[in-house]
């Protein structure tokens, strides 16, 4: 590993850390670190400091199992953290995240609240990792001009005179910008300290993020030993042709009972995802994880507001009622001796939800399983799940995530254009290029949307995205015109990378906006991107049956 300049420090051994802070991040799609915001950071750290103190390793339920992180930031309501399996889950669509829990001196960028960022293609700024926070931060205050970051695994110069980042490769130039934030959360915790480039644990060793794109996903968590949390080794990629059964990226369309083992007990993954609505925008990430086959969703409660909207739609229409009962069979029997996965109660009790859904055909107590996947739930959570999301008449399970009738989304009005070209995409030389080009402009939210009547705005559109001309990469094409159909391209929510909210944003099908290099992540050669992106159209239910007459 390269030297870093001279007058940074070298790292701390592991041990004792006194005076270190705890900087919490989550993995996005392209393998990369970014940290949570240090007001986050700092409830996750008090979170998971009491529940070591308690001496547990956390079980299931929401009050001992999971770190709601809507409770630090309003905007981050729908994801919680699972610390036995150290992933970010969001509880509306199922997307699942690594997390990770470093420890740095509290001298350093981190302690002092320094945030180093880069410019983002929609005018917006976005957190390096904190590795390279504190890197850059020791060499600006030693008064360097220029520091390379390949050492840390990026491809870049950075002038900081000019504040200016270079890809050395392409020699494409965006602005940085240093700023000042909350400090990050000071605690007594043993581990690594993480000072400079030459960090040698083995999480900064696996984590340099070099390499071609199916090894920069993985990762290990290196928590102190004391911290009873279990380490996860490596995640991999190895690709599938079966379409279900591959994905390096971050969303999961898990199946098998929730009764088997829990996350935390996989070593690797077995894998056969532009970012967008998969993570927390402030400070947060942006989508995909990868697929695992038999590997159940994560027993975390389904955040749901209790309102009196939701109650004055169920008094008006008994279509959620009609819904529930046609995928649903009412368990005669005696329900199983397990957890309610939407209100955390157990399947004996009533629902957790009766206090504010009331329903005149169904009764707190009940239970029904669902027909395909056999999964067991009170029908008053599955109602209020049902009548809380887009109610488009499908279902989809909140454990195994399998969709029952057909699944439509909330994107707004705009035009999908196709046309083709002979120029040949890397990796894909033996055929032309399919362009795909989405309209779509700003205008007002409607009642699908999270604030109906309120504008949206739509920042980088016409989008430009490119597909090889071959076979399977028609059949992406056509998979994705049934998706735009169904609104399931693009929604309203909040940017990932610029935190603007209210914006039309990429809603977990992913796309490639770039021919020529994919030193991004966002373009081409990428050998298994036509297999991921077939997974991710099944997940919303978009498949090969769809295209049969």
Not at 53 to 62: A, D, S
Not at 139 to 161: C, E, F, K, R, T
Not at 204 to 232: A, D
Not at 498 to 512: A, F, L, Q
Request: proline share 8%; net charge neutral.
């Amino acid at each position: 590993m390269a030297a870093a300049p001279s007058g940074l420090s070298a790292p701390v051994p592991g041990g004792a850390s006194p005076g270190a802070v705890a900087v919490w991040e989550w993995q996005d799609e392209f393998g990369k670190w970014r940290p949570y915001q240090g007001s986050v950071c700092s409830y996750i750290e008090q979170s998971f400091q009491a529940s070591q103190q308690k001496g547990k390793r956390l079980g299931p339920g929401p009050a001992n199992n999971s770190i709601p992180l809507g409770h630090a930031d309003a905007m981050l309501a729908p994801y919680v953290i699972d610390i036995s399996s150290l992933m970010q889950f969001r509880q509306d669509t199922g997307t699942m995240r690594a997390v990770r829990r470093h420890l740095f001196p509290q001298d350093s960028a981190a302690g002092q609240g320094v945030i180093w960022e880069w410019q983002n293609d929609e005018g917006g700024w976005s957190p390096y990792e904190m590795n390279v926070c504190v890197f850059l931060e020791q060499a600006y205050s030693s008064g360097h001009q220029h520091v390379d970051l390949g050492p840390l695994g990026y491809n870049y110069d950075i002038n900081l005179i000019s504040q200016v980042q270079t890809n050395k490769t392409t020699l494409y130039r965006r602005s940085i910008q240093r700023r000042l934030d909350t400090p990050y959360p000071v605690t007594a915790a043993t581990g690594p300290l993480h000072t400079s480039t030459a960090c040698s644990c083995q999480q900064c060793l696996l984590n340099s993020g070099t390499g071609p794109i199916t090894t920069r996903y993985r990762h290990s968590i290196n928590l102190p030993s004391s911290s009873g949390v279990p380490q996860v080794s490596s995640r991999t990629t190895a690709v599938s042709s079966s379409g279900l059964g591959f994905v390096p990226y971050n969303k999961p369309a898990l199946s098998g009972s929730r009764s088997t083992s829990r996350l935390n007990t996989l070593g690797a993954w077995a894998l056969p995802q532009p970012a967008s609505m998969g993570g927390p925008s402030t400070g947060g990430p942006s989508t995909g994880q990868p697929i695992s086959n038999g590997v159940s969703v994560p027993n975390l409660p389904v955040a749901m507001p209790k309102s009196s909207k939701v109650n004055q739609a169920l008094a008006a229409s008994t279509e959620p009622e009609l819904v529930v009962s046609k995928y649903l069979e009412e368990l005669q029997d005696a329900p199983p001796d397990e957890d309610c996965i939407i209100c955390m109660e157990k399947l004996a009790s009533p629902s957790g939800y009766s206090d504010a859904y009331e329903c005149k055909t169904i009764r707190p107590e009940t239970v029904g399983r669902l027909a395909k996947c056999q999964h067991t739930f009170h029908l008053l959570c599955v109602l209020a799940m049902y009548t809380n999301g887009n109610k488009d008449g499908s279902l989809q399970c909140p454990s195994c995530k399998a969709i029952y009738g057909e699944k439509t989304g909330t994107q707004p009005k705009g035009k999908m254009e196709v046309s083709t070209f002979p120029r040949s995409l890397p990796g894909h030389e033996d055929c032309g290029t399919i362009k795909i080009v989405y309209h779509i402009s700003r205008g007002i939210q409607g009642p699908e949307h999270p604030n109906p009547g309120m504008p949206y705005t739509a920042r980088g559109f016409p989008r430009y995205c490119y597909l090889p001309d071959n076979e399977k990469g028609k059949k992406v094409l056509e998979l994705l015109k049934v998706a735009w159909k169904r609104r399931l391209i693009f929604t309203v929510g909040t940017s990932s990378t610029t935190g603007e909210s209210n914006t039309v944003v990429w809603n977990e099908i992913h796309h490639k906006t770039e021919m020529d290099s994919n030193l991004s992540g966002h373009g081409y050669p990428d050998p298994n991107y036509l297999d991921n992106v077939l997974a991710e159209l099944a997940a919303q239910g978009v498949t090969e049956d769809c295209l049969r007459p």
